[in-house]
């Protein structure tokens, strides 16, 4: 689906840098992610995923570029009043409140939005799979079922936009299809979801758009199709001569 | 111009020996992650081994100091690394500063038993001391002028060197640069060969030389008339104001706050005194006091916050179950019971002392809103306890129900006064911003002779209580706890509440906490405000039980002894909160029974009880052997088993 000009999109992020001391993390980034769609972001570890993630929900400050969301510039606003806006996140490096348990991490989400009932909360829980754990200990979760509770915390707050930080790591083959399956549906139900992943496979199926950033910057944007042919997003990431082999389940990228 | 002169070498002067100690907590912290509250104590007791070897065993002077500087210093460092924090290295921010904290008061407790004999007299003599007492100074820029000491000088010297060397050290020698590395990544040192624990013992013991070195230097200045072990551990406030200045990480801008600091005090002291008329002789002392701490205070709220180090790290947190409705209720019946039996039934001293313990204990269970679920450190909150009943001593004669309304509303709204300059700080920093309002209270409020005369205390009447006429010792005992089961099923109702998860959940993940749409600062006021209106609660019935309340109930020692036993219980339960309490009120009362040799219990049971909490982060009541043996009245608060948790903070995401 390609970017149309005009109307604001769910999520714009406009020509972001941020530097560490001497180290570009991000150079220049721009992306749009459009209600209704899937938006991949992929690349290299230390490409700038999270830094990015962490600019669009305001825990990093830009050091030139801005942040809108629906057409609104929210660059300067902090990341509670972000979220209210309607922006949700999950995280790389877990972010679970461990002293709660599953259903608890979910209901803090769902009661700072004034919605307060424990049995929607596991409703999110079953959302995602994982109703079984909703009194589990979230410290005793395994990795893969630790970030589905992250994910069922982010969809508490009924955002509008949904970041997900590889959301797959952790999960086998057949949980990381499902999920692929949730993703797609919650951007039918008019979520702008962005998607970071390592999962290849995953993020060109279930994508319309992919953002590749290596170094700091985005090196390709197209859908799918296209970032499968782009040689330069093949000698960056998928590896050389790997276009083909992309689609088939190849190269991970998980390194 | 003289005038001017000398304050201003005395102000280089002292602020090169704050810069050495500051220089000191900074190395430790940049390798270990652990902030050294306990950076002066080290000084302290560098300069009384100093006194010991040169002064009492008449050991050459330079051989002292090389002993007291270079052996014994790191010794203590590895001792100290070994014994209380190689068990929490990545542990969270409250954890380690508890135990920091509680090395200070074992330290504080070693100089009271081998130091702590008023009758002597513990002067040294200042370097280069000639045979016939006449200090060696140089004289500059003629009659008006100034006089330089030829100790001022070396002190200056050995500053920059180390100031230089650090730098040098830091950033190109091999070792250095590891223990820069060790702190930021401990798991990719170990990687790359290093071990990690060898960097964390040459952070402690840079750290602890420095603090000697500083102490050393310090002592024939402030050691004239006698060291003091008090007067010796207030200059760690200075190293804390530095060390903030370099934002912990900076070795030159260190140095940098601590000149200005040793400045402004000078001058302050030079030139403030003169203008607010002679009738406040003890100015300066009570000025070098303030200066520092108002100092910090300022320099904490302007230093812009994105920039303060991250200090969270992944951390191993056991995950405490929440005490039900009924058996809190159940608790509460129980704690009542058992202290109207033990109101029949137990002597004067033992009714005082109890009723003091569980007064401690509301302010312990205000800790527990505060740190143990909230995460946000205290050391100021029997400033509180003071407030609270200060405004009760001065409410309609200081006994009636009123008093205590208003003590509870005028605590609380301080405590919300307080956390609103504060709440963009976290963990560390708040809690230096705790200390700093504690201090400048101390000094400026209770300490002040126009507010409660020197050595008294205002008079603090008791709750009355229907059908008794006068509350006698034992129905005080009973109304105390009565008002401690209702804090604790206060504090158990919260914790079920949709605000307590929200605590909870803002101590795990103050990133995954915004990023749901809640802003942990409206939080942060409330439990700050609830915290201290609970604190302001126990000081009534503590002041109430002993007829008053004065400066030395208030003091920064006894809010950090009272957090320190609280912790050692177990900070995140109800009845962790009740037994520091009473451990708090029963240690002192302990001593005057114990043969003098035993100099300090509480600090003795304080580091014994660190020891421990170095290795079960809930304390006493976390460890699961103890716990599933033992019923205890608020039930079920066992920790369940550890696991792995990640508990880093966002700010390192780069």
């Known amino acids: ?255 | 111009m003289s005038v001017f002169l000398s304050f201003t070498v005395l102000g280089i002067v002292s602020g090169a020996v704050y810069g050495i100690l500051a220089t000191g907590l900074v190395v430790t912290y940049n390798t270990t992650g652990v902030f050294n509250f306990a950076q002066g104590a080290v000084g302290a007791v560098a300069a009384f081994s100093y006194w010991q070897l040169w002064q009492d065993w008449h050991w050459p002077f330079l051989l002292a100091i090389v002993v007291v500087v270079f052996i014994e210093a790191p010794l203590l460092a590895v001792l100290v690394e070994f014994v209380l924090f190689r068990r929490i290295h990545g542990a969270s921010v409250e954890r380690s500063l508890m135990v920091s904290l509680g090395l200070l008061v074992i330290l504080l407790g070693l100089t009271t038993i081998f130091w702590g004999n008023p009758d002597i007299v513990r002067s040294v003599p200042s370097y280069f001391t000639q045979a016939d007492g006449n200090v060696l100074s140089v004289r500059l820029f003629g009659a008006n002028g100034v006089t330089l000491q030829y100790q001022q000088i070396l002190i200056v010297i050995v500053a920059a060197i180390v100031s230089v060397g650090l730098g040098v050290f830091l950033r190109r020698m091999r070792l250095g640069v590891a223990m820069r590395a060790v702190v930021d990544d401990p798991d990719l040192v170990a990687m790359s060969g290093a071990k990690p624990y060898r960097m964390s013992q040459a952070g402690w013991a840079v750290g602890f030389m420095l603090a000697a070195l500083a102490g050393v230097l310090l002592a024939p200045i402030v050691g004239q008339t006698g060291l003091t072990a008090d007067q010796l551990t207030l200059l760690a406030l200075n190293g804390f104001a530095a060390a903030v200045v370099g934002r912990l990480r900076n070795v030159p801008m260190t140095f940098v706050g601590a000149l200005i600091l040793g400045l402004v005090t000078q001058y302050a002291v030079g030139y403030l005194p003169t203008h607010l008329g002679p009738s406040l002789a003890g100015l300066t002392s009570v000025l070098t006091e303030v200066v520092p701490v108002v100092f910090l205070f300022v320099v904490l709220l302007i230093i812009p916050a994105a920039r303060l180090a991250p200090a969270g790290r992944l951390a191993l947190r056991p995950v405490p179950k929440v005490v039900t409705a009924r058996q809190s209720v159940a608790g509460a019946i129980l704690l009542i019971a058992l202290f109207a039996v033990l109101a029949a039934m137990v002597g004067d001293t033992a009714l005082a002392t109890l009723s003091q313990g569980l007064a401690f204990g509301i302010v312990g269970l205000s800790l527990v809103l505060l740190v143990g679920y909230a995460g946000q450190v205290s050391l100021c909150q029997l400033t509180f306890m003071g407030i609270g009943a200060y405004t009760m001593g001065k409410t309609l004669g200081g006994d009636s129900w009123w008093g205590l309304i208003l003590a509870v509303v005028v605590s609380g709204a301080v405590g919300a006064v307080i956390a609103l300059p504060t709440l963009r700080l976290r963990g560390l920093y708040l809690a230096l911003a705790t200390f700093a309002f504690g201090e400048v209270m101390y000094e400026a409020f209770f300490n002040n002779s126009t507010v409660i005369p020197d050595g008294t205390s205002i008079n603090v009447g008791r709750v009355p209580l229907p059908f008794i006429h006068v509350v006698g010792d034992r129905a005080m005992l009973v109304e105390v706890a009565v008002a401690a089961a209702l804090c604790a099923l206060v504090v158990g109702v919260v914790r079920r509440s949709s605000f307590g998860r929200r605590l909870v959940a803002m101590s795990d993940s103050p990133a995954a906490y915004a990023t749901v749409g809640l802003s942990s600062v409206r939080t942060k006021v409330i439990v700050f405000s609830l915290s201290a209106a609970m604190a302001g609660l126990g000081g009534v019935f503590y002041a109430g039980q002993q007829g008053g309340i004065g400066a030395n109930d208030v003091q920064f020692i006894g809010s950090l002894t009272l957090l320190l036993f609280v912790a050692i219980w177990g900070i995140r339960t109800l009845t962790g909160a009740l037994l520091g309490g009473l451990t708090a009120a029963a240690l002192p009362v302990l001593q005057t029974h114990l043969p003098t040799s035993l100099a300090d219990i509480t600090g003795l049971a304080a580091g014994i009880g660190i020891i421990l909490l170095a290795r079960s982060p809930d304390g006493i009541l976390g460890i699961q052997w103890l716990t599933s043996r033992i019923h205890l009245p608020f039930g079920d608060e066992a920790a369940q088993p550890r696991e792995l948790v990640l508990d880093h903070e966002v700010a390192r995401a780069a």
Do not use: W
Not at chain 1, 70 to 85: E, I, M, P, Q, S
Not at chain 1, 138 to 152: H, I, K, N, W
Not at chain 1, 214 to 236: H, M, N
């Open chain 1, 1 to 255: 689906m390609p970017p149309e000009t005009g109307t604001p999109a769910a999520l714009e992020v406009d020509g972001v840098s941020v530097r560490f001391g001497g180290v570009a993390a991000l150079t220049e980034v721009s992306l749009r992610a459009e209600a209704g769609t899937v938006t991949g972001l992929i690349g290299p570890n230390g490409a700038g995923k999270t830094t990015l993630f962490n600019v669009i929900t305001g825990l990093q400050r830009p050091d030139r570029g801005s942040v809108s969301m629906d057409g609104k510039d929210v660059t300067r606003k902090r990341t509670y009043r972000r979220a209210r806006l309607g922006l949700a996140r999950t995280f790389q490096r877990l972010e679970l409140f461990s002293t709660l348990n599953a259903a608890d991490n979910v209901r803090v989400g769902l009661e700072a939005c004034g919605r307060a009932s424990s049995s929607e909360a596991v409703g999110l829980l079953d959302r995602v799979g994982i109703a079984e754990e909703a009194s589990a200990a979230v410290s005793s979760l395994p990795t893969g079922s630790a970030r589905l509770v992250e994910l069922a915390r982010a969809l508490s707050t009924d955002p509008k936009v949904l970041l997900l930080d590889e959301p797959c790591s952790g999960l086998d083959e057949r949980e990381s299809e499902a999920l692929g399956g949730l993703l797609t549906s919650l951007a039918a139900e008019g979520r702008a979801v962005v998607l970071v992943e390592h999962d290849t496979d995953l993020v060109l199926q279930v994508c319309d758009r992919v953002h590749v950033l290596d170094f700091g910057q985005v090196i390709a944007s197209g859908t799918p199709d296209e970032i499968r042919r782009d040689t330069a997003v093949q000698e960056a990431y998928l590896g050389h001569s790997a276009g083909a082999d992309a689609a088939a389940g190849g190269p991970s990228g998980d390194a």
